[in-house]
T-cell receptor, first 113, second 114 residues
Framework: DTEVTQTPKHLVMGMTNKKSLKCEQH?????MYWYKQKAKKPPELMFV???????INESVPSRFSPECPNSSLLNLHLHALQPEDSALYLC????????????FGEGSWLTVV | AQSVAQPEDQVNVAEGNPLTVKCTYS??????LFWYVQYPNRGLQFLLK??????LVKGSYGFEAEFNKSQTSFHLKKPSALVSDSALYFC????????????FGKGNQVVVIP
């Protein structure tokens, strides 16, 4: 099973709201990722967790706050977002070694109004 | 720095004809190369990868890719395209060990014409 599950599939939030995106995998992967993707563009890496510790933050604004409660779960907390943050947010997971495949979820479509 | 390039923006092909989506890479050391497909309003789906070994890699949905070290290419191919193959295709290279990231190409929109 190569499934990464993301919820919700769609989210509309106001600029003053606080919301969270959730991601779950049961493949025993120890690396988990958040990507942001605009329409017809490649995904852009936001954060990487390795063994439940944040290992990469690609200079993401603090209005995005990641959390890895355990090895199977990854959250992305959203607060005071801007309309330009509207995008598809993709969660992914993999084993650590570079030859291992990174598997993506179906994504959460976020609209900031 | 590890990078890949997808030189075309869109590939149009008639149904039943061979499909090729081009990718060239620039890496130091051995490349770990991947192809992903994204259908409309969906996430990225893994198609195939090259790590080492046989230069011809077979993947999902009848796709294959040929690793060519002399031309630094990793083109994706399918012998007979289907309308359902219409999607956005991304080539990617895994950055070196200790730095968990994929460097993506810009993507190619494939349109299969019935």
């Amino acid at each position: 099973d190569t499934e990464v599950t993301q919820t919700p599939k769609h989210l509309v939030m106001g600029m003053t709201n606080k919301k969270s995106l959730k991601c779950e995998q049961h493949m025993g992967h120890r690396a988990m990722y958040w990507y942001k993707q605009k329409a017809k563009k490649p995904p852009e890496l936001m954060f990487v967790y390795s063994y439940e510790k944040l290992s990469i933050n690609e200079s993401v604004p603090s209005r995005f706050s990641p959390e890895c409660p355990n090895s199977s779960l990854l959250n992305l907390h959203l607060h005071a977002l801007q309309p330009e943050d509207s995008a598809l947010y993709l969660c992914a997971s993999s084993q650590e070694l570079p030859g291992n495949t990174i598997y993506f979820g179906e994504g959460s479509w976020l609209t900031v109004v | 720095a590890q990078s890949v390039a997808q030189p075309e923006d869109q590939v149009n092909v008639a149904e039943g004809n061979p499909l090729t989506v081009k990718c060239t890479y620039s890496v130091s050391g051995n490349p770990y190369l991947f192809w992903y497909v994204q259908y409309p309003n969906r996430g990225l789906q893994f198609l195939l990868k090259y790590i080492t070994g046989d230069n011809l890699v077979k993947g999902s949905y009848g796709f294959e890719a040929e690793f060519n070290k002399s031309q630094t290419s990793f083109h994706l191919k399918k012998p007979s395209a289907l309308v359902s193959d219409s999607a956005l295709y991304f080539c990617a290279v895994r950055v070196l060990y200790g730095n968990n990231r994929l460097a993506f190409g810009k993507g190619n929109q494939v349109v299969v014409i019935p």
